[in-house]
Nanobody, 125 residues
């Protein structure tokens, strides 16, 4: 059975940090591109970052420097470290997979075919 579970969200004050986790079961991540996305209330879903099977990464220009994506293939998990959080970062954060070899080349692009349920991040004082 294929399962994708995000965790690590919650309430944090401005300037704080969170580390989100995306744990997979039923398939292995080491041959896939994994992306992190978010959707704020009333806005379209936004791609934040992706990591390819060869380890190369891409980030949305507006967030590069605050967010860092990484993967631990032994644990079948991908992480998103978020620092210097702002109220406008408040959103539901999702991870997704792309089994092709064509994604995450010039941006957070790809054919993501399976998504997790999301984890809520709220940045407020």
């Amino acid at each position: 059975q294929l399962q994708f579970v995000e965790s690590g969200g919650g309430l944090v004050q401005p300037g704080g940090s969170l580390r989100l986790s995306c744990a997979a079961s039923g398939f292995t991540l080491d041959g896939m591109t994994i992306g992190w996305f978010r959707q704020a209330p009333g806005k379209e879903r936004e791609g934040l970052s992706c990591v390819r099977s060869d380890g190369k990464t891409n980030y949305v220009d507006s967030e590069k420097g605050r967010f860092t994506i990484s993967r631990d293939n032994a644990k079948n998990t991908v992480f998103l470290q978020m620092n210097s959080l702002k109220p406008e970062d408040t959103a539901i954060y999702y991870c997704a997979r792309d089994p092709s070899l064509l994604s995450c080349r010039n941006g957070v692009d790809g054919a993501f075919d399976y998504w997790g349920q999301g984890t809520q991040v709220t940045v407020s004082s």
